[in-house]
């Protein structure tokens, strides 16, 4: 019984073929949450693919279903060790985003897992499925050779997370008392490099809106209109430039935030944002006195996702009557989420853009979210990672992305670390979705460490557990 033989059993589980057999089954199911079409299968997926597998683990499991009727189910498990020792919340979502059927490679398909060369594609492979899949596997390990965890477990999966989580802060609310542990430990979004483990411990926030100016009914001829009637996308278009400058610096002084403190710049320093792949990055884009690293995790971003104005497809000679822009704030802890759109509209207003609609989206967002990362768990979690791997991982205080992380830190009152299974290149939200095998084996082991070193040794809990 050893911390060596849990890692060699979960990487032996991976080697003969299991991993990839269990996460071709996962994907199989059609669990696409913003695909109203689909709400059986979110069901199916807890009631047939989790369900079994956590008894058989152990733990006493509830479905239980989403008071908003947006939203789908939700399950929620326990194993209970012992009163004296640390609980860890863990979490997951099954459900996906639309599969995008017709855009993905030839010789793919968004719910047939795929193996090419060192990646698996199907839709849900790194978000998240894959992901817990993971870390229940690890537990299973930890399990199998010790014969306990050493520790209780309670375990979320929710199967909304696409559409913002609907009815999630609804149930952790209602639910309370079977969620209470010392630490959330998940797995969600990507590792900073696919070779290197990465922790974060929180994540960006975000609004998004769309701007909208309607000046009359329907468009006219541009060469007899034209120099008469004021053109809306113009407007919109100098709007939008009023919003940032010409390298994408916020203007707005309430969405410039001031929790950019030493400790996170020094969390931040030398970390990567370029290599592998995607894009290659703008360094003259942004807040010029920061960091990239600083700008992308320690800093708001606003970004217009779409425009139109007329028909793109088909433009006549006539000058439009109307322009829409959507838009989207990516915000850190330090931003007051209740005043983006008034300090926004007060800023429109005051360079002469009143005319301008801001209209909400319904989606809900996710709170801007970030723990310490001098937290006694954030060190705990970092040094059995470097035991496992080798390597000191990459520490963020929080993800660029949005999760529903301010469910478990504003309602729960939890210290949150998360550890990516997941890399930047892989695709989600997109076609040719997928996951790494040597980056899911890396973790798999990395989970199995973690998970025993948590049952093994003095946690910032307090309980020193014992070997």
């Given amino acids: 019984m050893s911390r060596e033989t849990a890692i060699n059993t979960v990487a032996a589980y991976f080697d003969k073929g299991d991993f ?96 090419q060369g060192d990646r698996l594609y199907g839709r849900g492979t790194a978000d998240n ?60 979004g990507p590792r900073l490099q696919p070779e290197v483990p990465t922790i974060f411990m929180g994540s960006r926030g975000g609004v998004t809106f769309d701007l909208e100016l309607n000046l009359r009914e329907g468009a006219h001829h541009s060469g007899n209109w034209g ?20 390298r994408g610096q916020i203007q707005i002084a309430e969405w410039r935030p001031d929790s950019l403190t030493d400790d996170v710049r020094a969390a931040l320093d030398g970390l990567p944002v370029t290599g592998g792949e995607g894009p290659t990055v703008d360094t003259d884009w942004g807040e010029e006195s920061l960091t990239p690293a600083e700008r992308v995790y320690g800093w708001n971003s606003f970004a217009v996702l779409a425009m139109t104005s007329g028909v793109p497809e088909a433009p006549v000679n006539a000058i439009s009557a109307s322009a829409r822009a959507t838009c989207q704030l990516r915000y850190v802890v330090g931003t007051d989420p209740q005043d983006i759109l008034p300090a926004l509209r007060r800023h429109l207003d005051k360079n002469g853009f009143d005319a301008i609609t801001i209209r909400p989206h319904d989606r809900g967002f996710f709170a801007a979210t970030r723990l310490d990362p001098k937290h006694p768990w954030v ?17 963020l205080p929080n993800l660029a992305g949005s999760l529903p992380n301010d469910s478990f830190t504003d309602i729960l009152g939890l210290p949150t670390v998360w550890v990516p299974h997941s890399y930047r290149g892989c695709s989600q939200h997109a076609p040719n979705e997928h996951i790494l095998k040597s980056l899911s084996r890396d973790a798999l082991c990395v989970m199995a460490g973690l ?17």
């Fill in 20 to 115: 990839q057999s269990e996460l071709a089954d996962l994907v199989a199911y059609p669990s696409e949450s913003q695909n109203p079409e689909a709400r059986a299968e979110l069901h199916r997926y807890l009631a047939d693919a989790m369900l079994p597998r956590l008894q058989k683990l152990g733990f006493a499991c509830e479905i239980i279903a989403n008071p908003d009727p947006r939203g789908g189910p939700l399950l929620i498990g326990e194993r209970h060790e012992g009163d004296t020792l640390p609980t860890i919340l863990t979490y997951g979502h099954g459900d996906v985003i639309r599969a995008q059927e017709g855009m993905w490679r030839e010789g793919l398909a968004p719910f047939t897992l795929v193996e």
């Fill in 451 to 467: 998970f025993w070193d948590i049952g093994a040794d003095k946690t910032p809990a307090g309980q020193d557990i014992g070997d």
């Fill in 379 to 395: 060190g705990f979690v970092a040094r059995s990672i470097e035991r496992t791997a080798g390597r000191a991982p990459h520490v």
């Fill in 227 to 246: 120099g008469l009637l004021a053109d809306p996308a113009m407007i919109l278009a100098h709007a939008l430039a009023c919003i940032t400058d010409r």
């Fill in 129 to 188: 499925k894959g992901q817990h899949l993971i870390n229940i596997a690890a537990l299973e390990a930890v399990l199998a050779v010790r014969g306990r965890l050493g520790f209780n477990t309670r375990i979320v999966l929710e199967m909304s997370e696409e559409v913002g989580s609907s009815g999630l802060a609804e149930v952790f609310h209602s639910h309370k008392d079977r969620l209470t542990a010392d630490v959330l430990i998940a797995s969600d």
